[in-house]
């Protein structure tokens, strides 16, 4: 009988966590396909190299040169690290010429993520011009 028990609040464990990760799912927008979406509305050829623009802002310049160093070693990015706009935060702007796929643009947005909070700073997203 305990055996069964253990398999039945197994299985609904399971069950709820499945759609548990589809409501979250559902919840949070896909931020990438969104760009994409409007690039390619806007007449952007998605199979050609695009200069991609990646903001990262950190709490002070030494963390976003920090912050640079390692965008530049792993991700292979040009990067240069200037005040904000705001100027109450310190851009690291990194730069990547790639063709614009979704794979690969989630795998980067978890990556800066991740750099981000390493130096307490908050990966901001991408840009890139329409290219024809």
Not at 68 to 75: P, Q
Not at 78 to 104: Q, R, Y
Not at 105 to 124: H, P, T, W
């Amino acid at each position: 009988m305990k055996i069964f028990m253990f398999f039945i609040l197994a299985f609904m464990l399971v069950l709820i966590g499945g759609l548990f990760s589809r409501w979250q799912n559902q919840q949070e927008p896909d931020l990438d396909q969104q760009v994409l979406n409007q690039l390619k509305e806007a007449g952007s050829n998605l199979n050609k190299p695009h200069n991609i623009e990646f903001f990262l802002y950190f709490p002070t310049e030494e963390l976003a040169n920090r912050a640079a160093e390692e965008v530049r070693r792993k991700e292979g990015c040009n990067v240069k690290v200037e005040l904000g706009a705001d100027k109450s935060a310190w851009l690291c702007f990194a730069t990547k010429e790639m063709i614009p796929k979704h794979s690969e643009l989630v795998q980067l947005r978890s990556r800066f993520n991740d750099i981000a909070d390493k130096f307490n700073g908050e990966y901001d997203g991408w840009g890139t011009g329409v290219v024809k």
